[in-house]
């Protein structure tokens, strides 16, 4: 054997071991991309038991895996356990991720959306806010910050957030008009409340939430006309809701000119709802404003009678003893 | 036996129709429970537009005041922006120290959101032009207090040298007498110095000296001047207070230990004040440090989410106190 071919097989037998690694760690990539794959799709199939079953496999067996099929996994068992409802889990999930990777927008932001759905807003905040330090134009982190703020009632900032959602999506999304509608509604803008809540229609013409906001705008812009239609569309579109039958209700026995209306209507109303303590608050005022003082005493001396603790019965008790 | 069986059965029969009675009930009366919440929502926001809507003499006359509380007496912005944009009215203000200089900006015309920002981005340079090492090392070596006169100069800049009687809300301040221990108040005059008088911290700034008195922080003597705004004329007043946590946080420096003691003897005499409000808002702030300048945007934000959370309370407590004049 020449020296050459001695070199050449001192070669071959020094590559062998490397090949192996090579083929090995080849084989645990498609392993580890396979095992992704098969979670990804369990977890698209609603499959969510089976999905966190593979998942907790994968962060057992490979805990060297790169990072970036860390997270994935680490996504995939988090959105797994809050399918289910298991949110403690899918807490603990997202956070332990983060704690290895930190600034993953995916995480933050999945972690923040959960914080949301479990009302914890002031964290949702943090997190939305640091998903916004990464990816400063993220645009579920915004519209999650107009509506944390909207949640906890700080409007200025609900505005803001959301009116900068708006601004980068333009007219792509405006099922958040309504909602920046009434964010502006409940901080008495009512001209952009207004004009948000019209757009907004103009998108969804069978929501009878977007014509009662509408309703509730108008009336305190005070244009009771345009207050009534709107309201009159909102219960053709939701007979069933009584929020908006007894709002109507109050409204009209307040005007002088529509009182006999809601009374006649109320009386109906109270036939099918005896317990109902507002319906004779309304009745109250309805006779008030027809002048009909005496009645109207009497009235509030049965709201008085009933039982339970309510506002309206503090109410009742209050003008009693001005009386 | 047989009697124990007929018993026993009887016994099941009856549990089982208690229990579904008591089902019934429980299920009847959350249902029932719902409903009622709803309805006093309707009627809330109802009287509470015409409420807001009533001209000034024909509504009872609303108090604000606010506490001191240094840093996280920035909270006081937040709340603020709650009262204002849910329409309450506000007839008459006082406040000591941070409360003061909340109270006086936002009675200057100054918008919230621009307040936050100013709040947020004050500089020390802003406060006292000792705040640099010379100053400091006067402070160290020769025992000379740090100046406040800067601070005076920076608000005048902000409300444009305004007196309390340019306020378009009746304003009031306490600050407090070093030499008698008097509570000293602002309610005519310049109105930059009766802030920097109220916020003068003792033992960091040198006293201000007026008319004979030596004035220094208001907090040491009334921490939450409620009594103010009621002899100013209100009939309702709401108390806003930035509440500490003792335990929680603890001061790491000097100036977090003087403003320990100023909290310390506020809290004293804040348990009067709060009796004597008609609606205490408190801000749950304590977690923040008082000398903790990085915190004052989630002193705002906290600030605005405790009072918004005592909002329908708020409501409802003014509508029950001014109803006579909604329905007549």
Sequence with gaps: MSLNNVFVLFLCLLFIPLQGTAFLGLTKRTDQKQKISVARNAYSNGNYEQTIEICQDFLMQNQEAPMRRKRRIYSLLGNAYAAIGDYDHALLTYNSALEVLPNDVELNLALANLYYKTELYDKAIEFYNKTLNIDKNNQQGLLGLGRSYLKIGFLSKSKQYFKEYLSLNGEKDKNVYYEYASANFLSRNNNTALDYALKAKEINENNPDIYFLIAKIYNTLNAPQRAEENINTALQLAPDREDIFLTSMLWKAYDKTTAEIALNKIKEYQIKNPESKLALFIEYVALLKLNKEGQAIKTLRNLQQMKGESFIKKVTEQILKND | ?328
């Design chain 2, 1 to 328: 036996m047989w009697l124990e069986k007929t018993l026993n059965k009887m016994f099941f029969r009856f549990t089982k129709y208690i229990l579904l009675v008591s089902l019934f009930c429980l299920l009847g009366q959350s249902s029932f429970a719902l409903q009622q919440k709803e309805e006093d929502v309707i009627l809330r926001d109802f009287i509470w537009q015409k409420f807001i809507d009533l001209p000034k003499s024909k509504r009872p006359k609303i108090g604000v005041t606010l506490s001191a509380g240094a840093m996280r007496g920035a909270s006081h912005i937040g709340v603020m922006e709650v009262l204002s944009e849910a329409g309450v009215p506000i007839d008459y203000m006082s406040g000591t120290s941070m409360g003061c200089i909340v109270g006086a900006l936002y009675n200057a015309g100054i918008p919230l959101n621009d307040l936050q920002n100013l709040i947020n981005n004050i500089k020390t340079s802003s406060i006292s032009r000792d705040f640099n090492i010379g100053g400091i090392l006067k402070y160290l070596f020769a025992e000379k207090l740090f100046s406040s006169e800067q601070f005076q100069e920076f608000i005048d800049s902000k409300v444009g040298s305004k007196n309390y009687e340019d306020l378009p809300i009746p304003f009031a301040c306490v600050s407090a007498d070093i030499k008698t221990g008097e509570k000293v108040v602002f309610d005519s005059g310049p109105l930059a110095l009766g802030v920097r008088a109220s916020m003068n911290l003792p033992g960091i700034f040198e006293p201000v000296e007026y008319r004979q008195r030596l004035l220094v922080d208001g907090g040491i003597v009334d921490y939450m001047p409620v009594d103010l705004v009621e002899k100013m004329g209100a009939d309702f007043t709401i108390a806003v207070y930035a509440l500490p946590n003792f335990s929680g946080v603890m001061p790491s420096n000097v100036l977090g230990y003087v403003l320990r003691i100023g909290d310390l003897r506020g809290a004293v005499l804040t348990e009067d004040s709060e009796h004597q409000a008609d609606f205490v808002i408190l801000s749950r702030v304590g977690e923040i440090s008082s000398s903790d300048r990085s915190k004052t945007p989630l002193a705002i934000e906290i600030g605005a989410s405790s009072a918004y959370q005592e909002l329908p309370k708020l409501k409802e407590k003014l509508i029950i106190n001014g109803i006579k004049y909604v329905f007549k």
